[in-house]
């Protein structure tokens, strides 16, 4: 029993990890809404969002080619962290410039001081830090001091602000401000791996230049899409079934966030580090798709069984009118969580262009789905989703076990 424990310790922290993350994010959304009503239930979504613009290239570009790139003998170490501190100079640099163009980020949504936003600039420069600092802690396997300090994190800020009554602004400013501060207490444990060697050669540039591609690919095709398919939704629809539509989309993006995560954590450093060793064979995939196949279709029938529940449980009985929406979402997402452990295989692989072909072509149909309307109202958002999906499955599946069996021949 504990050789199994040990054997199996890293993916347990991961669960526990995602658990924690999850249930911060469902708890800072709560208090929100019980202190500050709807209008700071938006603001937070909104400044999260605001947040995420900046953090997202960080994760998709800097964390994801570090755990890719520590495995590989042919990569010293500090030239790969020497890397993530350039392209987080350089992915960051116009960060304060466009926090303070006024028509980009109204001031009166916020009502942030000018100070405030110089905070703002400097606390999301630590925050991107600190995903860097998560990443070492990942493939270093030191899962259980980053979870201690991220517990107490969270512990410390619930209480604080039980204690204290925040002003609404001071409440998002609390929420990002504690996540920098601690980027420095998760540099104290592992300052000995943090060793730095900002010198650059071509085969360092070249490996995290197939990620920078990826990652603004997918901020694209991904986050502005996004953006501008919400925008459509309230002009076509209306704010009142776009704001349905919405919570079953955030839903969503939730669980799906949840099996990416884990799968981060766990399934992409191992399959990097078979390639980096030449292990990869194409029965890793198989084995361990099997399983995943049986836990995902379990995880949708109970989602689809119990939707309504769940909806009422985290939004209220209103919402229930979203039953329709969110199991024919779970269509879509379910394609979408088969195709997680292939596109996670492409990344490790670096194989940059078959990737973002797969998420280009996605994206177009799409869009072109949503313009043809296919559904009777909103829903045909969803079916576009489904479609999306349907061909994002097929192509990046197809791309990967084709690459997989070159690879093992």
Sequence with gaps: MLKTITKYQHAVFSAILIIIRSAVGFGVQKLVAVAYGPVGTTLISHFQNLISIFTQPVQDVIVNGLINAFPKKDFEKSKIIGASLHLLLILLSGTAFILFLKYIFNESLFSFSFSQWVLIVISIILFSLGLILSAIYVVEKKLKIFLSIISFQWLLFFLIVLLYEFELNEFLLFWLIIQ???TLILYLPIKNHFNINFELDNKIKNHFKQFLIIGFTVLISSKWVDYFVREYAVQEFGQNESGLWQAVVRLSEAYRGLIISFLFLTFYPSISKAISSDTIKSTILRKHFLIYLVLSLMLII????????????????EYSQANYLFR???VGDFLAILSFPFAIYLLARVNTYSYIFAEILSTIVFIIVILLKLGNGIDSIVIAHICRFI????SISAISVNDLKNVSN
């Design 391 to 394: 061909i994002y499955s097929i």
């Design 180 to 182: 920098a501060i601690f």
């Design 328 to 330: 024919l979402q779970l």
């Design 302 to 317: 109970i989602l689809f069984l119990f939707s309504d529940q769940l909806l009422t449980l985290l939004y209220n009985r």
